[in-house]
């Protein structure tokens, strides 16, 4: 092999590996919204939000079961998902960790808060989640979200809501 040929072949290899890092990401095929334990929804907080604010998704999470159910926040970190209309943007080192996409010299993301939870036979926890401290959502544009959780049948998946990013001298009501 000569040494300019090299180069193209790092760049092949590079160009595949993303190419299948990209493919392998994508959503779990066969997630549902709802197991044998647990039901899970999402919905938007507000429709709009200029580029320096942050849109917030209501994250439920219902124990469907007739049993009580103790988990910890290590144990059921869900992943977010968004799309906009130029594909996915920009994620931040805490949406990369849970979603295994770390960049190199990225450490894994310890969990350091543990905190126990329960649910008893038909409740429900609510979580709001801060979208722009997963994503950079300063594009201005219409997105898309959806999460998965983990259960013990496998990830759950929410349903998926849209949400508008506008420029900060746009008012935030006009795509309501």
């Not at 977010?80 to 996409?101: D, N």
């Not at 649910?119 to 801060?130: C, D, G, K, Q």
């Not at 013990?152 to 990013?165: C, I, K």
Request: charged residues 20%.
């Amino acid at each position: 092999m000569k040494p300019t040929q090299v180069p193209n072949l790092m760049v092949l290899l590079v160009c595949l590996i993303l190419a299948d890092l990209h493919a392998s990401r994508a959503q779990t095929p066969d997630a549902v919204n709802h197991s044998d334990t647990f039901a899970v929804s999402i919905s938007m907080e507000k429709e709009t939000a200029s580029a320096s604010q942050s849109p917030t998704v209501t994250f439920v999470i219902k124990n469907i079961s007739d049993k009580r159910i103790d988990r910890d926040d290590c144990s059921s970190n869900s992943r977010v998902w968004i799309q906009g209309e130029q594909g996915e943007p920009p994620t931040t080192y805490r949406e990369r960790a849970p979603t295994l996409r770390l960049l190199p010299g990225e450490p894994e993301l310890a969990c350091t808060l543990n905190m126990s939870w329960s649910l008893a036979p038909r409740e429900s926890r609510i979580v709001h989640v801060l979208l722009s401290y997963l994503y950079d959502l300063h594009q201005p544009g219409k997105y898309s979200v959806y999460l998965e959780f983990p259960a013990p049948e496998g990830w759950l998946r929410t349903n998926t809501v849209t949400f508008h990013v506008v420029p900060e001298d746009q008012p935030e009501d006009r795509h309501q």
